[in-house]
């Protein structure tokens, strides 16, 4: 659930087709396990002070496709309750963008 400060920009047109943007360049697929992804996820997490700088909002290098359950776990992980670390998995992305084993 997205925080107060977020919740217009998480509606806004700009973020609605960057965020399909980058469910289509990973081709759905969650970066950290290989399943279905429906969400996307800021490496370096928007905050009150950052939330104007689209380097950090919009930028394709600050956005991964994630499923449901390894986004929570990221969020998780911040807080010192478990992580589950992109490090971890064992796929990665070729140049053509095709899922592969690491």
């Known amino acids: 659930m997205a925080r107060d400060f977020a919740k217009s ?6 973020w609605q087709q960057t965020r399909d943007y980058i ?15 429906s969400e996307v996820h ?4 928007l905050t009150p002070q950052n939330i104007g700088d689209v380097h950090i909002t919009m930028n394709p290098e600050n956005l991964v496709s ?13 807080h010192g309750k478990g992580r589950k670390a992109f490090e971890e998995n064992p796929y990665t992305f070729n140049e053509n963008g095709y899922l592969i084993p690491k």
Request: aromatic letters at 10%.
């Open 66 to 78: 994630l499923c449901r359950d390894c986004h929570f776990e990221r969020h998780k992980g911040e």
């Open 42 to 45: 800021h490496i370096e997490h």
């Open 23 to 37: 469910l289509r360049r990973d081709r759905f697929l969650c970066r950290d396990c290989g399943r279905a992804a």
């Open 9 to 14: 920009f998480y509606k806004s047109k700009e």
